[in-house]
């Protein structure tokens, strides 16, 4: 098996100005739900540019989703309407409506140079459907109301490619924005023909998710090194019978059970290129201690970051390759306690940009707030906005927005 194939037609392939252009982008926002104010949207701060630089010409309706049903920040989006005003520096209209006759006004109304904000689209019963067959998507009343309204449906909700809600893939035609096209284009770099040596660092969350990504690229030769850690690591000491502590093994127990053959057959294939952690290290009343691998059932307690031993070794093995892909943190980032491997190596990776001229891609989450909390966002090769669509990529699954634009290009 083999990656999928992306193919699609830009926005940057047809001409924008003066057309009436609707865009499904992805702005779900970190929202205080007390104040009803959005708290932090890195979402929109990439997507205010966008619309300057490309569409200031165009009259732009913007379609997207804010959390799901029955969450407390299930909002209106009159509030990223406002948002985005901010960053914009120019007007932006919001219709609390998504494809009744409000919406369909305000959208025959809209002037090239203007914005207008639909409705939360979750807030239509029939987008959250998983459509596997799109044209299903393409019948539901709202794609129908809206597609004739306007000249270009340009989706651009990367973070969430791995959906097939109807206004992700029910459009007849349609075509990719600027926030999926830089994602692909990093993405074909290690897809196709990646330079090597190459490494995947893998940390953080969704372990078994990130053991099938790793054991598929090695699998398809193009993988040469992958640091484990986080609960990875855990995943394959365990499996391989050593006893990692209650609290740790207890997240990873469901997955254990279900994959061990699999997870020691691969690790027996790669060893030599599966790099696991010397040390680990545990939280001793807000210091930190570190442990040997063995000592990990005797603390029994969460072992949230790795040690200096473990991070120089990764260094090393960074600095001598031209790609590195970063799904996931070393450490439980979100605690300071846990933080200096994360750190350590967000620096590593800004060396091996700058010396070694290597292609450093970070796959969101965790791992790109650190380099942007240390301002070295813009010295790392790519971040992702969106380490799930990503790590479906990397595992070789199609995801039903690539899928979309291939199979609908405009």
């Known amino acids: 098996m083999q990656y999928m194939k992306i193919d699609y037609t830009s926005f940057k392939d047809v001409k924008l100005k003066g057309k009436k252009i609707l865009m499904r982008v992805d702005i779900n926002s970190n929202i205080d739900t007390e104040k009803m104010e959005i708290r932090d949207s890195p979402r929109i701060r990439v997507l205010a540019p966008a619309l300057n630089e490309y569409f200031k010409k165009s009259a732009v309706i913007i379609l997207a989703h804010q959390s799901r049903p029955g969450s407390e920040d299930f909002t209106d989006l009159d509030i990223h309407a406002k948002e985005i005003e901010k960053h914009l520096g120019r007007p932006v209209k919001f219709v609390k409506d998504i494809f009744g006759e409000q919406a369909i006004q305000a959208i025959k109304d809209l002037k090239p140079g203007e914005v207008l904000v639909l409705n939360n689209v979750r807030k239509f019963e029939g987008e959250m459907k998983n459509y596997k067959d799109f044209s299903e998507a393409e019948n539901t009343e709202m794609v129908k109301t809206l597609f004739p309204l306007v000249d270009y449906v340009i989706v651009d909700a990367f973070g969430a490619a791995h959906r097939a809600h109807a206004s992700i893939v029910g459009w007849p035609k349609m075509m990719a924005g600027p926030i999926t096209d830089k994602e692909l284009d990093a993405l074909k770099k290690i897809m196709q023909e990646p330079e090597k040596p190459m490494a995947m660092l893998i940390g953080g969350a969704k372990a078994i998710d990130k053991f099938k990504a790793m054991k598929f690229n090695f699998d398809n030769e193009k993988l040469d090194y992958a640091l484990c850690s986080g609960l990875t690591a855990i995943l394959i000491f365990e499996a391989l019978g050593k006893n990692m502590g209650e609290p740790n093994h207890k997240i990873i127990a469901e997955d254990l059970e279900e994959n061990k053959n699999m997870i020691i057959d691969t690790y027996e294939k790669y060893k030599e290129k599966i790099i696991l952690p010397e040390d680990l290290i545990i939280d001793d009343n807000g210091n930190r201690k570190t442990i040997g691998i063995d000592e990990a059932g005797t603390y029994n307690t969460t072992t949230g970051d790795i040690g200096q031993k473990t991070v120089d070794k990764f260094n090393e ?60 966002a813009e010295d790392v090769s790519f971040i992702s906005t969106a380490g799930g669509a990503m790590l479906e990529i990397l595992s070789g699954n199609d995801l039903p927005m690539i899928r979309a634009l291939r199979e609908k290009k405009a």
Do not use: Q, W
Request: with cysteine; proline share 3%; net charge positive.
């Open 317 to 376: 093995i960074l600095m001598k390759c031209k790609t590195i892909v970063a799904n996931g943190p070393p450490g439980i980032f979100e605690k300071e306690v846990f933080r200096k491997a994360t750190n350590e190596i967000v620096d590593t990776m800004v060396a091996a940009t700058k010396k070694n001229k290597a292609l450093t891609i970070i796959g969101g989450g965790e791992m790109g707030a650190a380099a942007s909390m240390a301002g070295k």
